[in-house]
């Protein structure tokens, strides 16, 4: 049975009911992957929404297209940038710019999830790829910013490494759709990347991954694999024993005869 698409009406209608998973999806492969396990929302290169084919691999994906702020530049062309996607079949945008930038968007009808916690493009301002809301302190900062991003007009926030008493509190206490990366399930998404979940990533891997498969293993096998083909190939030009007569074409010896005349002709 086909899954409707949902609508941001329909999120908010689901908020607090159970849990919504949330994928970071870069190919048109893992995108039709996470259409068929049954994944609620992806978060996207703007690219890949671009791809013609894209909605034929993911009809029923609550998608999220989103780059760093540094990218896109002013609100102007965040505005731009925002109505390209939309118009392609974006069901909303990620936005770590500030929060004239979201109500820009937010006041023309676009809808926006911004980002509260870590954030890695302004990781500089909390001191670094680390936990933030800790204290009483900055918690309450984390709250401020939720509320700010409520009445800039936003419709849901990543809520990133934070305190998972702290993310439940304020998830309980705001209308966003408040989408938890490594902040606990008192939210209303669970979020991973799916080169984590598929172990592609090579490098660090945070607290909150979980790692399902191992595809690393498995591309290396695949390179060994490329080497060993095109290595054998090599050999095979070296020794003659490419090409064989079944990889050739042959000329009708009457039309060779015919043509080796015209060639001396022409010597």
């Known amino acids: 049975m086909s899954r409707k698409r949902p609508t941001v009406a329909d999120l908010r209608a689901m908020k607090g009911k159970r849990q919504l998973t949330m994928l970071r999806v870069l190919t048109l492969e893992e995108a039709e992957a996470a259409e068929r396990a049954g994944i609620d929302i992806v978060s996207v290169p ?3 929404v671009l791809n013609p084919q894209y909605r034929d691999a993911a009809p029923s994906l609550f998608t999220m297209p989103g780059e760093n702020f540094f990218e896109i530049g002013t609100a102007d062309d965040f505005l731009r940038w925002a109505f390209r996607l939309y118009k392609a079949g974006a069901d909303a945008v990620y936005c770590s710019a500030g929060y004239a930038t979201i109500k820009r968007m937010a ?35 984390v709250f401020e910013a939720v509320q700010q991003l409520e009445a800039a007009g936003a ?24 989408l938890s990366m490594g902040a606990g399930t008192g939210c209303d998404a669970q979020y991973l990347f799916a080169e984590d979940i598929l172990g592609t990533n090579r490098g660090h891997m945070p607290r909150h991954s979980k790692v399902y498969r191992n595809f690393a293993a498995e591309y290396d096998r695949l390179q060994a694999e490329r080497i060993a083909a095109f290595s ?14 079944r990889h050739i074409v042959h000329m009708d ?3 060779l005869a015919a043509f080796m005349k015209k060639v001396d002709e022409k010597a």
């Open 253 to 255: 010896p009457d039309e």
């Open 155 to 178: 419709i849901g926030a990543e809520i990133e490494v934070v305190p998972v008493e702290v993310a439940k509190t304020i998830s309980e206490r705001t209308s966003l759709i408040m």
């Open 107 to 141: 006041d023309d009808a676009i809808p926006v999830i911004g980002h509260v916690g870590l954030i890695p493009s302004r990781a500089t301002w909390t001191g670094g790829f680390k936990a933030v809301g800790k204290t009483a302190d900055t918690a309450i900062k």
């Open 46 to 48: 703007p690219e890949l």
């Open 232 to 245: 054998e190939y090599v050999a095979d030009v070296n020794s003659g024993t490419y090409p064989e007569d």
